[in-house]
Each structure stands twice: as structure tokens, then as C-alpha cells.
């Protein structure tokens, strides 16, 4: 094959090719202008939609906070010694005056034996001199001595028992202990932590609010606590201790709210999420699906005569799926919930499985015309 006929096909498959291309080109406008004209001519885009509605929606405070034992303490010995035995396992629950370790008290046992012997001496030769006074035989002076000699007798009996009781350690009140950090045999001094001890039948959360929350904040408000160890589950309690000081640092005031703990499912020191109840007032509101953001403004699109009007509004708070609309809505006003990614300002629509008409129902009650 020549040059020129190599040439020729070239130009006649480039002719082909091009003229394929504007065909195309001309098939896709007319499709496209056929599209609008149909809807020019009636068509209906199909949407769902919802009404706006007056509803109660709570003023709410969002934290995070610790959970604090009701009561916590370390168990620690009153005195030095050697431990004979540990009688606890961790994390058993007792109740108070449980026994928890015993101490060596052989010492202590001896020196209350003998502190008993001596009041017992002291005891019988008062009694002897106070017959010997009542037949004016002993002087006064001689009875008021022995009295005084049986009243320190008796504090050295006390003390002696005393001492023998503190080589027992009990459990101070009901709760719930921690790990043993000690064995048998081992030596403890009156600094020396054994264990801890934890009252969670109640526990309290501590966290922190903003300054400017201080004037609504009030005891017996509603708090909702959630953490990421139970997914799902709501611990519901009350505020019951409102700091009296706002940290100057942090600008925000401390505030405990006690939640029930009977399963004692919260230990001490777990991170919560908490929701604080301040208030609650009656708003206009919509589902929170409705609301288009758009270069820092939002609007709605609004059902007016089966047709789609595009609608400015003020959002203001959110809370479960429903959004305030302070500014640019009426009560009972129909708006888009679906469907407005392809509507136009000024579209005709259809609500979908409603036959063409809006009825009125809960915002983001469910999917298809509200109902």
C-alpha cells in the first residue's frame, strides 16, 4: 500500500470517528432537553416529607466525668507486725466488721493477761483497806490512794485490750474490697496499705461545667451517664453537691451527681459521658434530615401547592434526630425529609406513597409521607 492510500484511510477513520462523537454529542442534549420538557410538561419528582411541629426539647449540659466511690478507704494496720492470716479475696463483698487480716498478738495477748492480774490486785486490796477504814483501822488518805491505783489499773486493762484488738483488722463499713497486696508471713507497719476498700452500692460522678452554667444549675436535676464499657445502657442519677467555686484556670465549677450502683456494674474511677438536664421548653422544631447546609447558611425545602420551594432557615439546638428552627418556619409547614438532592427551586413533586398529599405526623417518625 502507497503513502497517499496509507493517508487517505487515516483521514476518512478520523471523519468516522468524529462524526460518531458529535452524533452522541446530539443524542445526549436532545435526551437531556426531552428530560427537562417532561418536566416542564408535569413530571413529578417523588420525595418524602414531614411537618414542622411545636415539641418540648430539653436545655442539656454535655460532660465528662470520674465515678467516685460513695465511701473509699486503704486498709492500713494500726500497728506493726506480722501478718497471720488474710481473710478476704479480692473483690468479695463484705459487710461491716468483716475480718480482714489478723496480726501476731502474742505480745499483746500476754500484756492484757497481765493488765487484768493487776486490776484484779488492785480491785482486792481496795476492798480490804475500805473494811479496815469502815472499822477506823486504815486512814482516808490510804483509800483514796488504792482507788486511784484500781482506776489506772483499769485504763492499763484497756489499753492492753485495746492494743490486742488492733492486731485484728475488720472492715470499717459494707463494700467492696480490692486486690490483696500482701501475704502471710509478710511484716506491715501502720503506713503499710493492704488492700482498698470501696462502698459502690451508690457511686457519685464528678465533672466539670462551664462557668456560665452556674445560675441554671440546681441539686435534683436529671443526669444521663454512659461510658464505653456497657454500649447502649443509660445510668440515670441526680446532681446532689454543686461546687461553691469556679477554677479560675479552667473557668468551670465541680458538680457530683450520685447514680444508683446495686448491681455494682460502675467501679470507682471510670470515664462517663454525662447529659445534665437544665431546663426544658416547647419549640418548633423539624426533622433534622430536612435541614440543607450550604456555604454557612441552611434552608429547607418547603411543599407549597405540590411544588418545591426552597426556604432559609435558623437552625438552633439538635437532639435526637429533630432541630430547632428558630427563624424562617411556621407550625404545620410541610418540608422535604428525602428526595431533595434532586430538587430545584420550584420543582413539582409527589410525596412518595401518599398519593400526593401531606399529612401531618411526628418529625422523623419514619420513612414515606409522616403519618
Same mark, same amino acid.
Given at each position: 500500500?502507497?503513502?497517499?492510500?496509507?493517508?487517505?484511510?487515516?483521514?476518512?477513520? %478520523? %471523519?468516522?470517528?468524529?462524526?460518531?462523537?458529535?452524533?452522541?454529542?446530539?443524542?445526549?442534549?436532545?435526551?437531556?432537553?426531552?428530560?427537562?420538557?417532561?418536566?416542564?410538561?408535569? *413530571?413529578?419528582?417523588?420525595?418524602?416529607?414531614?411537618?414542622?411541629?411545636?415539641?418540648?426539647?430539653?436545655?442539656?449540659?454535655?460532660?465528662?466525668?470520674?465515678?467516685?466511690?460513695? !465511701?473509699?478507704?486503704?486498709?492500713?494496720?494500726?500497728?506493726?507486725?506480722?501478718?497471720?492470716?488474710?481473710?478476704?479475696?479480692?473483690?468479695?463483698?463484705?459487710?461491716?466488721?468483716?475480718?480482714?487480716?489478723?496480726?501476731?498478738?502474742?505480745?499483746?495477748?500476754?500484756?492484757?493477761?497481765?493488765?487484768?492480774? +493487776?486490776?484484779?490486785?488492785?480491785?482486792?486490796?481496795?476492798?480490804?483497806?475500805?473494811?479496815?477504814?469502815?472499822?477506823?483501822?486504815?486512814?482516808?488518805?490510804?483509800?483514796?490512794?488504792?482507788?486511784?491505783?484500781?482506776?489506772?489499773?483499769?485504763?492499763?486493762?484497756?489499753?492492753?485490750?485495746?492494743?490486742?484488738?488492733?492486731?485484728?483488722?475488720?472492715?470499717?463499713?459494707?463494700?467492696?474490697?480490692?486486690?490483696?497486696?500482701?501475704?502471710?508471713?509478710?511484716?506491715?507497719?501502720?503506713?503499710?496499705?493492704?488492700?482498698?476498700?470501696?462502698?459502690?452500692?451508690?457511686?457519685?460522678?464528678?465533672?466539670?461545667?462551664?462557668?456560665?452554667?452556674?445560675?441554671?444549675?440546681? !441539686?435534683? !436535676?436529671?443526669?444521663?451517664?454512659?461510658? +464505653?464499657?456497657?454500649? *447502649?445502657?443509660?445510668?440515670? *442519677?441526680?446532681?446532689?453537691?454543686?461546687?461553691?467555686?469556679?477554677?479560675?484556670?479552667?473557668?468551670?465549677?465541680?458538680?457530683?451527681?450520685?447514680?444508683?450502683?446495686?448491681?455494682?456494674?460502675?467501679?470507682?474511677?471510670?470515664?462517663?459521658?454525662?447529659?445534665?438536664?437544665?431546663?426544658?421548653?416547647?419549640?418548633?422544631?423539624?426533622?433534622?434530615?430536612?435541614?440543607?447546609?450550604?456555604?454557612?447558611?441552611?434552608?429547607?425545602? =418547603?411543599?407549597?401547592?405540590?411544588?418545591?420551594?426552597?426556604?432559609?432557615?435558623?437552625?438552633?439546638?439538635?437532639?435526637?434526630?429533630? +432541630?430547632?428552627?428558630?427563624? *424562617?418556619?411556621?407550625?404545620?409547614?410541610? =418540608?422535604?425529609?428525602?428526595?431533595?438532592?434532586?430538587?430545584?427551586?420550584?420543582?413539582?413533586?409527589?410525596? +412518595?406513597?401518599?398519593? %400526593?398529599?401531606?399529612?401531618?405526623?411526628?418529625?422523623?417518625?419514619?420513612?414515606?409521607?409522616?403519618?
Amino acid at each position: 500500500m502507497s503513502i497517499i492510500k496509507q493517508l487517505v484511510f487515516v483521514v476518512l477513520l %478520523g %471523519g468516522l470517528v468524529y462524526g460518531g462523537y458529535l452524533g452522541w454529542e446530539w443524542y445526549a442534549a436532545d435526551s437531556a432537553g426531552s428530560t427537562a420538557e417532561k418536566r416542564r410538561r408535569g *413530571g413529578a419528582v417523588p420525595v418524602e416529607a414531614d411537618t414542622a411541629r411545636i415539641e418540648s426539647m430539653p436545655v442539656v449540659a454535655e460532660a465528662v466525668g470520674t465515678t467516685v466511690a460513695r !465511701q473509699s478507704i486503704e486498709i492500713t494496720p494500726l500497728s506493726d507486725g506480722r501478718i497471720e492470716a488474710i481473710a478476704f479475696d479480692a473483690g468479695q463483698q463484705v459487710k461491716a466488721g468483716h475480718v480482714l487480716v489478723r496480726l501476731d498478738s502474742d505480745i499483746e495477748r500476754a500484756d492484757l493477761k497481765q493488765a487484768e492480774a +493487776a486490776r484484779g490486785r488492785a480491785m482486792l486490796e481496795l476492798d480490804r483497806i475500805t473494811v479496815l477504814r469502815q472499822k477506823n483501822v486504815a486512814t482516808k488518805a490510804t483509800v483514796d490512794e488504792l482507788a486511784s491505783n484500781l482506776v489506772a489499773a483499769e485504763a492499763s486493762e484497756s489499753r492492753a485490750r485495746r492494743k490486742l484488738a488492733d492486731r485484728t483488722i475488720r472492715a470499717p463499713f459494707a463494700g467492696t474490697l480490692g486486690i490483696s497486696r500482701y501475704y502471710k508471713g509478710a511484716r506491715v507497719t501502720d503506713s503499710t496499705v493492704i488492700t482498698t476498700l470501696d462502698d459502690l452500692s451508690t457511686v457519685e460522678i464528678e465533672f466539670s461545667v462551664a462557668e456560665q452554667l452556674f445560675s441554671k444549675t440546681r !441539686q435534683a !436535676q436529671t443526669v444521663e451517664a454512659t461510658t +464505653a464499657a456497657y454500649p *447502649g445502657r443509660v445510668f440515670t *442519677g441526680v446532681v446532689t453537691k454543686i461546687g461553691s467555686r469556679v477554677d479560675p484556670v479552667s473557668r468551670s465549677f465541680k458538680v457530683r451527681a450520685e447514680v444508683q450502683n446495686a448491681d455494682g456494674a460502675l467501679p470507682a474511677g471510670m470515664f462517663m459521658y454525662l447529659r445534665m438536664l437544665l431546663s426544658s421548653s416547647n419549640v418548633l422544631v423539624v426533622p433534622e434530615e430536612a435541614i440543607i447546609a450550604e456555604a454557612g447558611a441552611s434552608f429547607v425545602f =418547603v411543599i407549597e401547592d405540590n411544588k418545591a420551594r426552597r426556604r432559609a432557615v435558623t437552625v438552633g439546638r439538635r437532639e435526637f434526630g429533630i +432541630a430547632e428552627i428558630t427563624d *424562617g418556619l411556621s407550625p404545620g409547614t410541610v =418540608v422535604v425529609t428525602r428526595g431533595t438532592n434532586k430538587l430545584r427551586n420550584g420543582s413539582t413533586v409527589k410525596l +412518595a406513597g401518599a398519593g %400526593g398529599g401531606a399529612k401531618k405526623g411526628k418529625p422523623g417518625a419514619g420513612k414515606g409521607a409522616p403519618k
